[in-house]
């Protein structure tokens, strides 16, 4: 049997970019990882508390993935809040995936990448994902970028998904302490995350105002509440800490 140049070629390929997604699969053992798959565990609980079918919850998962989105849309459900302001309020929280998936696809654009691919890949671009990728696609070949993004990115997504869907059917197993812990991970990783990521003073400050202006928020708008005390919270954190800065300068 005469085998060509080009199917030589293309076998080896294959087992290159499926070397390298094995490589990307060694990521979901890394800690970022590991602590979105504990706040996926609150999630559930989150789901639970809700009223929302473990199917829902799954579904909610696998369908939006940003953790952040989906919190908006319990929250949105939780407080009977219109469709509209739902959408309008995910929208917002998913606008600031735009400039990431905007910096990581030609990082991972390859010579013979498939436009439909990097479409199917953009799907899982969140915080946790692009920062693994944004730093450690450099070390990667470019025609195997591809690969090794979906061997971290996509099973990370499947294994929350599937987290999501036995914790919630397990609640009813657990003590209600237990319950109440994993519900509690969510805000406390968002929280931690977020804090440690400020590099300004403004936007540890933000954290802070925020929650405080979330009540005025609800007095001024039910429905819009998480949108006002954003923009009350975030305008509040960017003044003081222009001033504080200001003065440190000086």
């Given at each position: ?130 920062v693994f990728a944004m730093e450690r696609l450099r070390s990667v070949p ?72 979330l009540p005025i928020g609800h007095w001024l708008a039910p429905g819009f ?26």
């Amino acid at each position: 049997m005469v085998t060509s140049d080009d199917s030589i070629d293309q076998a080896a390929s294959q087992g290159e970019r499926f070397t390298w997604f094995l490589r990307g699969m060694r990521g979901l053992v890394s800690a970022p990882a590991l602590i979105l798959m504990s706040a996926f565990l609150g999630f559930a609980g989150l789901c639970r508390e809700a009223g929302i079918t473990w199917i829902e919850a799954s579904f909610l998962t696998l369908t939006v993935w940003a953790l952040p989105a989906q919190i908006i849309i319990l929250g949105a459900v939780v407080a009977g809040a219109s469709l509209p302001a739902a959408a309008f309020a995910v929208t917002l929280s998913s606008v600031r995936l735009m400039p990431m998936v905007v910096a990581l696809m030609p990082e991972l654009r390859g010579a013979q990448s498939r436009k439909g691919t990097l479409l199917f890949l953009s799907h899982f671009v969140a915080v946790t994902s692009w920062v693994f990728a944004m730093e450690r696609l450099r070390s990667v070949p470019r025609n195997c970028r591809t690969s090794y993004y979906a061997g971290f990115a996509v099973p990370l997504t499947l294994i929350n998904t599937v987290i999501v869907a036995i914790v919630f059917n397990l609640m009813d197993e657990l003590p209600a302490m237990a319950t109440g812990a994993l519900a509690f991970l969510t805000p406390v990783y968002f929280l931690c995350s977020l804090y440690g990521s400020a590099r300004e003073t403004s936007g540890r400050m933000a954290l802070g105002s925020g929650m405080l202006a979330l009540p005025i928020g609800h007095w001024l708008a039910p429905g819009f509440e998480l949108l006002v005390a954003g923009l009350l919270g975030g305008v509040v954190a960017y003044l003081l800490g222009r001033a504080i800065d200001g003065r440190r300068v000086a």
